[in-house]
């Protein structure tokens, strides 16, 4: 079982950039697929980025392509996702997800068993 922490998030002007964080417990974190997610108001909670354990792939929603980038640093057990050149749509509770040793990466909420609480990104225009 594993425990997630979002941080990072806050209030930036468009065009800016903000780095999310999602921390997690637990001694076996590189053996788990993170998936980010985000949720804006009256909106349903859709797929941004996710990361492999295992064999390096990652995807990207096609409209963040080149301008958000995930990474993960096993060692500090933690998932990264950069934000540049940020939109106002891209207002939304951030939220980061795991599972363990999935056989393909996932981009769909089902696949993720573990959730943080989310972090609120606000991007003024």
């Known amino acids: 079982q594993v425990q997630l922490v979002e941080s990072g998030g806050g209030l930036v002007q468009a065009g800016g950039s903000l780095r999310l964080s999602c921390a997690a417990s637990?001694?076996?974190?590189?053996?788990?697929?993170v998936g980010w997610f985000r949720q804006a108001p009256g909106q349903e909670r859709e797929f941004v980025a996710a990361?492999?354990?295992?064999?390096?792939?990652?995807y990207y929603k096609d409209s963040v392509k080149g301008r958000f980038t995930i990474s993960r640093d096993n060692a500090k057990n933690t998932v990264y996702l950069q934000l540049d050149s940020l939109k106002s749509e891209a207002t939304a509770v951030y939220y980061c997800?795991?599972?363990?040793?999935?056989?393909?990466?996932?981009?769909?909420?089902?696949?993720?068993?573990?959730w943080g609480q989310g972090t609120q990104v606000t991007v003024s225009s």
């Open positions: 637990g001694r076996t974190f590189s053996r788990y697929a």
């Open positions: 990361i492999s354990w295992n064999d390096g792939r990652i």
């Open positions: 997800a795991a599972e363990d040793s999935p056989l393909n990466l996932a981009t769909t909420e089902g696949a993720y068993s573990y």
